[in-house]
C-alpha cells in the first residue's frame, strides 16, 4: 500500500518561504516520478515541479527560479521550497507518484495514480 503524506503547509506573507515534505512509504523514493500538484479553490489541479528517477526536474512557468524540488533517498522523502512566495501561489498543495519508467506528461494529474491527502499554503499580500 502507497501512502504520501504531506507536511510543512502554513501561513506566510508575500515574500515568504515554506518547505513541504512529503513521506513515502510502500514507495521507493527515487524510483518512478515524483510530484508536487496544486489545486486552488474553483481551478483545475496543476502541476508545479516533477523530478524522476535520476533526479532530473521540470517546473511550471509559474514557479521557476523560486521553488525547488528534491528528494532524499536515505529518509524516503520529497520535498518543495518555496521562495518568494506570492498570493497566487495559495492553493492545496498534493504529492504525488508513479512507478512508471517513462512519462510524456509529467505535468498531467492523470499521469500519476498515487497521492497525498494535501497541505494548505495560504500566502497573504
Known amino acids: 500500500l502507497v501512502q504520501l503524506v504531506e507536511s510543512g503547509g502554513g501561513s506566510v506573507q508575500s515574500g515568504g518561504s515554506l518547505r513541504l515534505s512529503c513521506a513515502a512509504s510502500g514507495f521507493t523514493i527515487g524510483t518512478g516520478y515524483m510530484g508536487w500538484f496544486r489545486q486552488a479553490p474553483g481551478k483545475e489541479r496543476e502541476g508545479v515541479a516533477v523530478i524522476d528517477s535520476i533526479s532530473s526536474t521540470t517546473y511550471s512557468d509559474s514557479v521557476k527560479g523560486r521553488f525547488t524540488i528534491s528528494q532524499d533517498n536515505a529518509k524516503n522523502t520529497l520535498y518543495l521550497q518555496m521562495n518568494s512566495l506570492k498570493p497566487e501561489d495559495t492553493a492545496m498543495y498534493y504529492c504525488?507518484?508513479?512507478?512508471?519508467?517513462?512519462?510524456?506528461?509529467?505535468?498531467?494529474?492523470?499521469?500519476?495514480?498515487?497521492w497525498g491527502q494535501g497541505t494548505q499554503v495560504t500566502v497573504s499580500s
Open positions: 504525488t507518484a508513479t512507478t512508471a519508467s517513462t512519462l510524456l506528461t509529467q505535468m498531467a494529474p492523470g499521469s500519476y495514480p498515487y
